[in-house]
């Protein structure tokens, strides 16, 4: 009985809080629900890209690639859009470390679609923060965009998605065994096809194992 009480009070004030709408009250309960649930899948999510971050370290593995080793997995082309002059660059000061890589594909029309690869291995700030925003389970649906977090088939490989309904900007951005992070954007974009098609052309998978 006392615990049923523990539980009937902060329902009761909660159901005053939303005027006394019951069904209001549920849902707000609910959301926090799935707020504290995306809360401990982003702990799990940091903690197991710490574990394989550790063994990276244990092995010797504690630089970023060099630039010119990511620039191997940007894609060549996609049907309909030419793959510009590829750019890098690499970064090392005392604890912190990291390497990039990037290309932007045009196609007769003007779109573009840019695609930049970073190596963040030792830079444990970079992935923690994208590990942790990546395994929140988060949606938006507005009048200008719709967004949302997603998990691949791959336990090492989450996303974000987002296609603009007013810019025609569409992205995707991927967080990869809390060392690399991924982002493709495109301009002039009525979906995420394009973009979508690029990402399918990067290698991520091997990435997922460095």
Known sequence: ????????????????????????????????????????NATEAINDMQNLRKERVQRGDTLSMP?????????????????QEPEGGSVEVPG??????????TNPDGAQINVNITDYNNTEMGFTAATAMFALKMKIDDE?????????????ISGYKRVGKTDGRSSLSYSIAGRFYIEIDGSQQTGIDAVQAIANKIKMADLAQK
């Open 1 to 40: 009985m006392f615990n049923k009480l523990i539980l009937f009070f902060p329902l009761a004030i909660l159901v005053t809080a939303c005027g006394g709408d019951a069904q209001k009250a549920m849902e707000t309960v609910q959301n926090l629900n799935t707020m504290a649930q995306s809360a401990d």
């Open 67 to 83: 630039y010119q080793e990511l620039q191997k997995f940007l894609p060549e082309a996609i049907n309909g859009y030419t793959m």
């Open 96 to 105: 912190m470390s990291y390497s990039n890589a990037k290309a932007t594909y």
């Open 144 to 156: 200008n965009e719709t967004a949302e977090t997603f998990q691949t088939d791959n336990p090492r």
